[in-house]
């Protein structure tokens, strides 16, 4: 079984929503961090000019926590473009993290083979510098403090 | 009212590209016209969705139409509008805003533009957040839905087999089906190759051309007309709480509705609405993009409580004869990929007792729009 590993990068332009933008410098960081509401404290991404809970457009922009849960993931089969044929087959994470609520990341676990992966197995974050300067969140299995 | 259905012939992808998605409208405009009895310039109101290419101006041009008064587009891609398009053709009418509406979807996929394929799927605005992960394509978007599904519900792939194979038997008797004359076995089924898992080839749709139409015009207009009308009872748009960054986005949407869709608070306001109950149901056409979220739409509106609906599909209760039989034309599975507005027109079809698998005594029936994102939209018809 193969294991994934990130993706080649895939030309599809800039960031369209500015808010994404703030998302992306910390990521190039290696800083994984989500919006929260300055007024409420509800946590949210993706990210988006206002509060859902209170529309207050003052937010923090706070860090993940370091350990998250497989919530559901697939296995891609079919490559949905050439420049993925020798990726396949790859998986899609979707991760959630504790006291987070319904914030949720779209990643991958890199360093594993599919058959390893079972939802609500934990998961803790790595950086991969998927090409040049561009630092992405992935995941491996387990805890990262032991 | 409904009064009128047309339809272009159905194709594979690409095979219909030479005429292009205008002419194919207007093909299927003129076929429901004629079908209705009305002459097509006394159109009065187009209603589309999915960002169809055949603009007001070109359809005005083309049919001809003396008096355009009302013209909608329901935002979305895919087939989250079907039934929206038609809500909307609905509120012009009974608001007198337009005495006829044509709802109408045309489809030719050119190459380049494949629906299972990146760079054909652009139009969704959190696109960054999910591509560097190969997050690209409607089956990887909706598939980890599906996974969380099985793993909450017990749900197996012969569950979703049973979908895929009892659509390919109702078109088995549907010429129109492109799928017509290819029957598909259980063995088949099971040995067909992953896509994005759980999604195996036959649980995803085909990708298709062909154009659909649907004419709808006030009760009082419909009876002077020779064609037998079908009653909207209602159509409506919905979206549960937390879906704007849904399947489509972030997977963001609230945990308990993750595996099971955006539909509950749709289906609620749509019987509420219709004046119906699930019982009154003959047949419903379901939105069949990916099989397993026909499972998860069956509970939505309400035929199976949740997480029974794979035992349902199980017992052969969605075959015809059965409680509840469903796309009976053949679905987006096996008839056409038509974003859904073929299965409004095979609702009519059962209703006026012109299926190919007609459902005996056929009075109420339930047509429902891709559930994945937001709003999603629906429709109970009648006779």
């Known amino acids: 079984m193969t294991t994934t590993s990130p993706l080649p990068a895939l030309d599809l332009g800039e960031p369209v929503l500015p808010k994404h933008e703030e998302f992306w410098r910390h990521c190039a960081r290696r800083e994984l961090r989500f919006q929260r509401c300055g007024q409420c404290g509800t946590w949210q991404h993706p990210p988006a000019p206002i509060c859902p809970s209170c529309s207050s457009p003052e937010c923090d922009w706070e860090p993940a926590p370091p350990n998250g849960e497989l919530f559901s993931y697939t296995i891609v089969h079919h490559a949905p473009t050439p420049l993925l044929k020798l990726s396949v087959p790859y998986n899609i994470a979707i991760v959630s993290f504790k006291g987070l609520g319904d914030v949720r990341l779209v990643s991958q676990v890199v360093g594993v083979a599919p058959d390893a992966l079972q939802i609500g197995m934990p998961l803790h974050l790595v950086w991969r510098e998927q090409s040049r300067g561009r630092w992405l969140p992935y995941f491996e299995p387990g805890d990262a403090h032991g | ?383």
Request: proline letters at 4%.
């Open chain 2, 1 to 383: 009212m409904i009064v009128g259905i047309g339809e272009t012939r159905y194709t594979k992808r690409g095979l219909q590209a030479d005429r292009g998605e205008w002419a194919l409208a207007c093909e299927a405009t003129v076929k429901a016209c004629r079908n209705a009895g009305i002459d097509p310039r006394r159109i009065e109101g187009l209603a589309s969705f999915s960002g169809d290419t055949s603009l007001p101006w070109l359809m005005q041009h083309a049919l001809g139409i003396q008096r355009l008064r009302f013209a909608s587009m329901v935002w979305g891609g895919g087939g989250s509008g079907s039934c929206g398009a038609l809500a909307h053709a609905v509120a012009a009418v009974e608001s007198a805003q337009a005495d006829t509406v044509l709802v109408f979807r045309s489809i030719v996929q050119r190459t380049g533009s494949r629906y299972g394929s990146a760079g054909g799927f652009s139009e969704v605005p959190q696109i960054d957040l999910l591509a560097p992960f190969g997050m690209l394509t409607p089956a990887s978007m909706f598939a980890p839905m599906a996974m969380r599904y099985m793993h909450e519900h017990g749900i197996r792939h012969e569950h979703f087999a049973e979908l895929a194979l009892t659509f390919r038997d109702n078109a088995q008797r549907n010429p129109r089906a492109v799928t017509h004359g290819r029957p598909l076995s259980l063995e088949q089924y099971m040995a067909s190759r992953m896509i994005a898992e759980p999604f195996r080839l036959y649980d995803c749709c085909q990708e298709s051309d062909g154009a659909c139409a649907i004419v709808v015009t006030t009760a009082e207009r419909a009876r002077d007309l020779p064609c037998k009308p079908v009653q909207v009872l209602s159509a409506q748009q919905g979206g549960d709480a937390g879906w704007g960054a849904g399947g489509m986005g972030t997977h963001t949407m609230p945990a308990a509705e993750y595996g099971a869709g955006n539909g509950h608070q749709l289906a609620r306001d749509l019987y509420a609405d219709a004046g119906i109950t699930v019982e009154d149901l003959d047949f419903a056409q379901i939105y069949d993009h990916f099989s397993p979220l026909v499972l998860m739409a069956l509970e939505n509106f309400g035929i199976c409580g949740s997480g029974e609906a794979g035992d349902f599909v199980a017992s052969g209760q969605i075959r015809l004869g059965g409680a509840m039989p469903l796309n009976t034309s053949g679905g987006l599975l096996s008839e056409a990929y038509i974003h859904g507005l073929n299965l409004v027109a095979e609702a009519v079809r059962q209703l006026r007792g012109e299926s190919t698998s007609q459902v005996t005594d056929a009075k109420v029936g339930l047509v429902t729009a891709g559930i994945g994102s937001t709003p999603t939209s629906a429709a109970v018809l009648a006779i």
